[in-house]
């Protein structure tokens, strides 16, 4: 029987966003520079006032540590 990988939540508050790069730095994989110089994580739907999205359980130190980093703090990690 296949083993289902877990899918980790993040919380994207993208209004409050300034465009540092931290996450697009520490995870180019789920996160990238939108038109408006805004980062924006792949796929991820709006739901109330913030983005939410999930990412692979591989994923979650590099966006935890973009948790950390970001100068505005609107990147959340459920975990």
Request: charged content about 35%; hydrophobic content about 30%.
């Amino acid at each position: 029987m296949a083993q289902t990988k877990r899918k980790i939540k993040v919380l994207h508050y993208r209004d409050r966003c300034i465009g540092c790069g931290a996450c697009v730095a520490r995870d180019p994989k789920n996160w990238f520079t939108d038109f408006d110089g805004k980062a924006t994580l792949k796929d991820s739907k709006l739901k109330g006032n913030c983005y939410q999205g999930e990412i692979d359980q591989q994923d979650y130190d590099a966006n935890k540590k973009a948790e950390m980093e970001c100068p505005t703090a609107v990147i959340k990690i459920e975990d």
